[in-house]
């Protein structure tokens, strides 16, 4: 089983390159508790997705450290990786969002995997599930069937500003759809997401997408198609910015019956750096399990 990791991701928000900025003593990031915890609950490969100018920073900081404890390959994001009739609007240099991320890697991944963002801490259990659904040997069918792993909204909020989240709707364990908001934030009276100036209430409870996916490779042709789709009917809305994002494609996926996709529930606390006021608590969190019992004292040691 691969793990297929989003790394390309600009970090404006945060002020830097997120992904390479060491959360602990020993150097070592969150993307690396996310590699330990994959290979703990039997993941074999990991993939990052990065762009290409940061190959060199990336494997002399992360991908060296890892590559002796398991199988390490790369793909880039690239921004001319478009259909031939399609063009890249003058201007932009925004990436093209996680559809188009998970993509970058389709010429080398053909067996089941999960992917995740890099900047995300989900917790061994989360790997332990997707790991478990993956091998299962019904879901390789006509239809095919994906899992994701559910978080509940108020373990996954900043105190620093807005996130992104798939608001989900689930039902007998089975996603029946999602939406990413792109602005979700506290008030005094609870979460709200905000859409062209006006809010909308959200519950603490709400399940959400941390992007915690598993897939098996029909994805692939898949999101071909709604990337395409995207190029051709939304992109004109904000050429400059706008994101072919993965969790509105599985939502429209099921929507049209293209996949099912089963849920899986977690209650632990998310935490992630989207904001680089959020890197202290990260960093105190990820000391407190790093206990030597939950992780060793140096992961790769």
Not at 20 to 32: A, S, V
Not at 73 to 90: C, G, L, N, R
């Amino acid at each position: 089983m691969t793990l297929l990791i989003l790394a390309a991701g600009l970090g404006s928000r945060y002020g830097g390159l997120k992904q390479l900025d060491p959360i602990n003593e020993y150097g070592e990031f969150i993307i690396d508790y996310s590699v330990f915890d994959a290979k703990r609950a039997g993941f074999d490969r990991v993939v990052f997705v990065i762009k290409e100018e940061n190959y060199e920073a990336f494997r002399e900081t992360i991908g060296s450290r890892i590559e002796g404890h398991i199988k390490v390959e790369y793909a880039f994001q690239k921004m001319d990786d478009i259909p031939e009739w399609a063009s890249v609007p003058e201007g932009r240099s925004k990436p093209w969002g996680t559809t188009h991320a998970v993509l970058a890697a389709r010429d080398i991944i053909d067996d089941n995997f999960a992917v995740c963002n890099a900047d995300d801490f989900y917790g061994a259990a989360t790997f332990r599930k997707v790991a478990a659904h993956l091998v299962r040997n019904d879901i390789n069918t006509a239809i095919p069937q994906y899992c994701m792993v559910g978080f509940v909204l108020n373990n996954t909020l900043t105190d620093n500003g807005s996130v992104s989240r798939g608001v989900c709707v689930t039902k007998d364990g089975m996603l029946n759809s999602i939406v990413e908001r792109t602005k979700i934030y506290r008030t005094p009276d609870g979460p709200v997401f905000e859409e062209n100036g006006e809010r909308f209430p959200l519950t603490n409870d709400t399940i959400v997408s941390m992007n915690f996916w598993g897939f098996t490779p029909a994805v692939f042709p898949q999101l071909q198609n709604r990337f395409e789709l995207f190029l051709k009917n939304e992109l004109v809305e904000n050429p400059l910015k706008k994101e072919c994002l993965l969790p509105n494609d599985i939502g429209l996926m099921l929507a049209d019956n293209a996949c099912t996709v089963r849920a899986y529930s977690t209650d632990s606390v998310w935490f992630g750096v989207t904001y680089h006021e959020d890197r202290a608590d990260v960093v105190a969190k990820i000391g407190a399990l790093t206990d030597g019992v939950r992780y060793p004292k140096g992961l790769w040691k």
